[in-house]
Protein backbone atom coordinates (compact mmCIF):
# COMPACT_ATOMS: atom_id res chain seq x y z
CA UNK A 1 0.00 0.00 0.00
CA UNK A 2 1.16 3.78 -0.78
CA UNK A 3 2.84 5.43 2.34
CA UNK A 4 1.88 9.01 2.56
CA UNK A 5 3.92 10.54 5.50
CA UNK A 6 2.91 14.24 6.72
CA UNK A 7 4.68 16.46 9.56
CA UNK A 8 4.66 17.40 11.25
CA UNK A 9 1.26 15.87 12.48
CA UNK A 10 0.48 18.66 14.93
CA UNK A 11 1.75 22.38 14.92
CA UNK A 12 0.75 25.40 16.49
CA UNK A 13 1.62 28.55 15.09
CA UNK A 14 1.34 32.41 15.50
CA UNK A 15 -0.77 34.97 13.77
CA UNK A 16 1.53 36.51 10.88
CA UNK A 17 4.22 33.33 11.44
CA UNK A 18 5.37 31.42 8.42
CA UNK A 19 4.04 27.80 8.28
CA UNK A 20 5.48 24.66 6.56
CA UNK A 21 3.85 21.75 6.02
CA UNK A 22 5.46 18.61 4.39
CA UNK A 23 4.53 15.56 2.88
CA UNK A 24 6.49 12.87 1.73
CA UNK A 25 5.60 9.69 -0.56
CA UNK A 26 7.36 6.17 -0.96
CA UNK A 27 5.37 5.36 -4.28
CA UNK A 28 6.70 6.96 -6.94
CA UNK A 29 3.00 8.89 -7.66
CA UNK A 30 2.86 11.25 -9.92
CA UNK A 31 0.30 13.36 -8.64
CA UNK A 32 -0.02 14.85 -4.96
CA UNK A 33 -2.53 16.90 -3.07
CA UNK A 34 -2.94 19.27 -0.42
CA UNK A 35 -6.77 19.29 0.68
CA UNK A 36 -7.93 20.70 4.55
CA UNK A 37 -10.90 19.82 6.08
CA UNK A 38 -13.45 21.50 8.56
CA UNK A 39 -16.39 20.93 9.94
CA UNK A 40 -19.50 21.84 7.35
CA UNK A 41 -16.94 21.82 4.35
CA UNK A 42 -15.73 18.31 4.30
CA UNK A 43 -12.66 18.15 1.93
CA UNK A 44 -10.95 21.00 0.15
CA UNK A 45 -8.37 21.03 -2.51
CA UNK A 46 -6.08 23.72 -1.85
CA UNK A 47 -2.77 22.89 -4.38
CA UNK A 48 -2.03 19.93 -6.27
CA UNK A 49 0.99 18.63 -8.72
CA UNK A 50 1.50 16.78 -11.70
CA UNK A 51 5.07 15.82 -11.33
CA UNK A 52 8.55 17.76 -9.61
CA UNK A 53 8.37 21.51 -10.49
CA UNK A 54 4.96 21.43 -10.78
CA UNK A 55 1.98 23.26 -9.00
CA UNK A 56 -1.01 23.72 -9.93
CA UNK A 57 -3.98 25.44 -8.25
CA UNK A 58 -6.92 23.61 -6.31
CA UNK A 59 -10.79 25.29 -5.35
CA UNK A 60 -9.22 27.40 -2.56
CA UNK A 61 -5.50 28.82 -2.69
CA UNK A 62 -5.58 31.81 -1.29
CA UNK A 63 -3.03 32.35 1.47
CA UNK A 64 -1.53 28.90 0.37
CA UNK A 65 1.73 27.97 -1.37
CA UNK A 66 3.06 24.51 -2.87
CA UNK A 67 6.31 23.59 -3.71
CA UNK A 68 7.15 20.33 -5.13
CA UNK A 69 11.26 19.95 -5.16
CA UNK A 70 10.95 16.24 -6.28
CA UNK A 71 8.83 13.23 -6.85
CA UNK A 72 8.36 12.54 -3.54
CA UNK A 73 8.08 15.59 -1.56
CA UNK A 74 5.37 18.36 -1.78
CA UNK A 75 4.76 21.17 0.92
CA UNK A 76 2.26 23.88 1.61
CA UNK A 77 3.54 26.97 2.44
CA UNK A 78 1.65 29.21 4.39
CA UNK A 79 3.45 32.87 4.06
CA UNK A 80 1.83 34.85 6.46
CA UNK A 81 -0.31 32.20 8.79
CA UNK A 82 -3.81 33.35 10.15
CA UNK A 83 -6.53 31.91 12.49
CA UNK A 84 -8.92 31.16 9.96
CA UNK A 85 -6.77 28.76 8.57
CA UNK A 86 -6.86 26.94 11.48
CA UNK A 87 -7.62 23.31 10.23
CA UNK A 88 -6.66 19.95 9.75
CA UNK A 89 -4.57 19.27 6.40
CA UNK A 90 -4.29 16.23 4.30
CA UNK A 91 -1.24 15.40 2.11
CA UNK A 92 -2.29 12.70 -0.26
CA UNK A 93 -0.83 11.04 -3.34
CA UNK A 94 -1.98 9.22 -6.58
CA UNK A 95 -1.07 7.61 -10.07
CA UNK A 96 -1.22 9.04 -13.39
CA UNK A 97 -0.49 6.20 -15.14
CA UNK A 98 -3.61 3.80 -14.87
CA UNK A 99 -6.79 5.53 -15.41
CA UNK A 100 -8.96 4.38 -12.71
CA UNK A 101 -7.24 4.88 -9.46
CA UNK A 102 -7.69 6.07 -6.12
CA UNK A 103 -5.48 8.73 -3.96
CA UNK A 104 -3.71 7.52 -0.63
CA UNK A 105 -3.88 9.73 2.15
CA UNK A 106 -1.48 10.67 5.06
CA UNK A 107 -2.71 10.78 8.46
CA UNK A 108 -3.17 14.47 8.57
CA UNK A 109 -1.49 17.67 10.11
CA UNK A 110 -3.69 19.64 12.71
CA UNK A 111 -2.35 22.84 12.45
CA UNK A 112 -3.66 25.73 15.23
CA UNK A 113 -2.97 29.45 14.51
CA UNK A 114 -2.88 31.73 17.46
CA UNK B 1 -15.74 22.59 -13.17
CA UNK B 2 -16.50 19.47 -11.50
CA UNK B 3 -18.68 18.45 -8.14
CA UNK B 4 -19.60 16.47 -5.47
CA UNK B 5 -22.63 16.98 -3.51
CA UNK B 6 -23.55 14.27 -0.57
CA UNK B 7 -26.71 16.31 0.74
CA UNK B 8 -26.87 14.28 4.34
CA UNK B 9 -24.53 15.36 6.83
CA UNK B 10 -25.81 13.11 9.59
CA UNK B 11 -27.56 9.35 9.08
CA UNK B 12 -28.73 7.27 11.95
CA UNK B 13 -29.29 3.66 11.37
CA UNK B 14 -29.77 0.60 13.71
CA UNK B 15 -27.61 -1.94 13.69
CA UNK B 16 -28.71 -4.44 11.38
CA UNK B 17 -30.49 -1.96 9.05
CA UNK B 18 -29.44 -1.49 5.66
CA UNK B 19 -27.74 1.70 4.81
CA UNK B 20 -28.01 4.00 1.77
CA UNK B 21 -25.58 7.15 1.32
CA UNK B 22 -26.08 9.62 -1.16
CA UNK B 23 -23.82 11.15 -3.64
CA UNK B 24 -25.16 13.32 -6.65
CA UNK B 25 -21.78 14.56 -8.87
CA UNK B 26 -21.37 17.42 -11.58
CA UNK B 27 -19.37 16.68 -14.34
CA UNK B 28 -19.05 16.73 -18.55
CA UNK B 29 -17.24 13.89 -19.51
CA UNK B 30 -17.12 10.18 -17.88
CA UNK B 31 -16.42 10.40 -14.03
CA UNK B 32 -13.80 8.35 -12.17
CA UNK B 33 -16.05 7.73 -8.78
CA UNK B 34 -14.95 6.87 -5.11
CA UNK B 35 -16.16 6.56 -1.71
CA UNK B 36 -14.02 7.20 1.29
CA UNK B 37 -14.03 6.79 5.09
CA UNK B 38 -12.70 8.31 7.84
CA UNK B 39 -12.38 7.21 11.45
CA UNK B 40 -11.60 9.15 14.18
CA UNK B 41 -8.36 10.87 13.84
CA UNK B 42 -7.22 8.51 10.39
CA UNK B 43 -6.77 9.75 7.28
CA UNK B 44 -9.21 8.68 4.75
CA UNK B 45 -9.29 4.96 3.31
CA UNK B 46 -11.20 3.63 -0.31
CA UNK B 47 -14.14 1.62 0.00
CA UNK B 48 -14.53 1.22 -3.38
CA UNK B 49 -14.47 2.98 -6.90
CA UNK B 50 -15.98 2.86 -10.32
CA UNK B 51 -14.33 3.90 -13.96
CA UNK B 52 -16.39 1.81 -16.35
CA UNK B 53 -18.08 -0.97 -17.00
CA UNK B 54 -20.80 -2.75 -14.09
CA UNK B 55 -22.58 0.43 -12.73
CA UNK B 56 -22.79 -1.99 -9.54
CA UNK B 57 -19.21 -1.99 -7.73
CA UNK B 58 -18.54 -4.10 -4.68
CA UNK B 59 -15.85 -2.93 -1.78
CA UNK B 60 -14.68 -3.70 1.23
CA UNK B 61 -16.67 -4.69 3.96
CA UNK B 62 -19.69 -5.34 2.04
CA UNK B 63 -20.07 -2.03 0.66
CA UNK B 64 -21.12 -1.19 -2.97
CA UNK B 65 -22.22 1.38 -4.85
CA UNK B 66 -24.45 1.92 -8.02
CA UNK B 67 -23.29 4.56 -10.70
CA UNK B 68 -26.22 6.31 -12.59
CA UNK B 69 -25.12 8.56 -15.58
CA UNK B 70 -28.84 9.41 -15.65
CA UNK B 71 -29.19 10.71 -12.65
CA UNK B 72 -25.38 11.50 -11.79
CA UNK B 73 -25.61 9.58 -8.84
CA UNK B 74 -23.41 7.02 -6.92
CA UNK B 75 -25.40 5.95 -3.76
CA UNK B 76 -23.27 4.01 -1.71
CA UNK B 77 -25.22 0.94 0.43
CA UNK B 78 -24.70 -1.96 2.59
CA UNK B 79 -27.37 -4.69 3.45
CA UNK B 80 -26.53 -5.08 7.61
CA UNK B 81 -24.72 -2.24 9.05
CA UNK B 82 -22.11 -2.83 11.62
CA UNK B 83 -21.45 -0.74 14.88
CA UNK B 84 -17.98 -0.47 13.78
CA UNK B 85 -19.14 1.13 10.53
CA UNK B 86 -19.80 4.19 12.15
CA UNK B 87 -17.74 7.17 10.46
CA UNK B 88 -17.73 9.64 7.99
CA UNK B 89 -18.27 8.76 4.68
CA UNK B 90 -16.77 10.92 1.77
CA UNK B 91 -17.51 10.77 -2.06
CA UNK B 92 -15.26 11.60 -4.20
CA UNK B 93 -14.68 12.61 -8.31
CA UNK B 94 -11.68 12.69 -10.18
CA UNK B 95 -11.25 14.83 -13.59
CA UNK B 96 -10.07 11.94 -16.22
CA UNK B 97 -8.03 14.89 -17.62
CA UNK B 98 -6.56 16.88 -15.05
CA UNK B 99 -6.63 14.44 -12.38
CA UNK B 100 -7.83 16.46 -10.08
CA UNK B 101 -9.78 15.06 -7.45
CA UNK B 102 -12.71 16.65 -5.42
CA UNK B 103 -14.57 15.32 -2.14
CA UNK B 104 -17.97 15.99 -1.36
CA UNK B 105 -18.84 17.57 2.30
CA UNK B 106 -19.22 14.49 3.90
CA UNK B 107 -21.67 11.88 5.40
CA UNK B 108 -21.75 11.33 9.15
CA UNK B 109 -22.84 7.67 9.85
CA UNK B 110 -23.83 6.25 13.44
CA UNK B 111 -25.18 3.19 14.15
CA UNK B 112 -27.28 2.52 17.03
CA UNK B 113 -26.23 -0.95 18.72
Known amino acids: EAAVTQSPRNKVAVTGGKVTLSCNQTNNHNNMYWYRQDTGHGLRLIHY???????EKGDIPDGYKASRPSQENFSLILELATPSQTSVYFC?????????????FGKGTRLTVV | AQSVTQPDARVTVSEGASLQLRCKYSYSATPYLFWYVQYPRQGLQLLLKYYSGDPVVQGVNSFEAEFSKSNSSFHLQKASVHWSDSAVYFCALRSSNTNKVVFGTGTRLQVLP
Open chain 1, 92 to 104: ASGDARGANTEVF
Open chain 1, 49 to 55: SYGAGST
